[in-house]
């Protein structure tokens, strides 16, 4: 089993940036995929960005493409989104996920199986 947990999160004014990371614990290996999500009340989660845990393959999803890059520091299990320029827009709960089949990175949040307990980000105007 892998432990996912999501900091970094906070208020901050439109135009700024943020880094969250996500800290993995547990065993991940090719060909995992480990992506970003985020949700607002009332509505479902997002596809916000993914990469194969080795690195490559990065896939952004429209709303945020430009702006936001998935990357990971090899020496740690840690994933990082930086998000930059942000947003109210932006404004949500966002999480990190790992789907442990296939190689290639999926938007559909139910193709991942593990999901840490997420981190909110509050953008204002």
């Known amino acids: 089993q892998v432990h996912l947990e999501e900091s970094g999160g906070g208020l901050v004014q439109a135009g700024a940036s943020l880094r969250l990371s996500c800290a993995a614990s547990?065993?991940?290996?090719?060909?995992?995929?480990v992506s970003w999500f985020r949700q607002v009340p009332g509505k479902g989660r997002e596809f916000v960005g993914g990469?194969?845990?080795?690195?490559?393959?990065?896939l952004y999803g429209e709303a945020v493409k430009g702006r936001f890059i998935v990357f990971r520091d090899n020496a740690k299990p840690i994933l990082y989104l930086q998000m930059n320029n942000l947003q109210p827009e932006d404004t949500a709960e966002y999480y990190c996920?790992?789907?442990?089949?296939?190689?290639?990175?999926?938007?559909?949040?139910?193709?991942?199986?593990?999901w840490g307990q997420g981190t909110q980000v509050i953008v204002s105007s």
């Open positions: 996920a790992r789907k442990d089949f296939g190689f290639e990175v999926s938007q559909w949040s139910s193709s991942y199986g593990d």
């Open positions: 547990g065993r991940i290996v090719n060909p995992n995929i």
């Open positions: 990469m194969t845990w080795g690195g490559g393959n990065e």
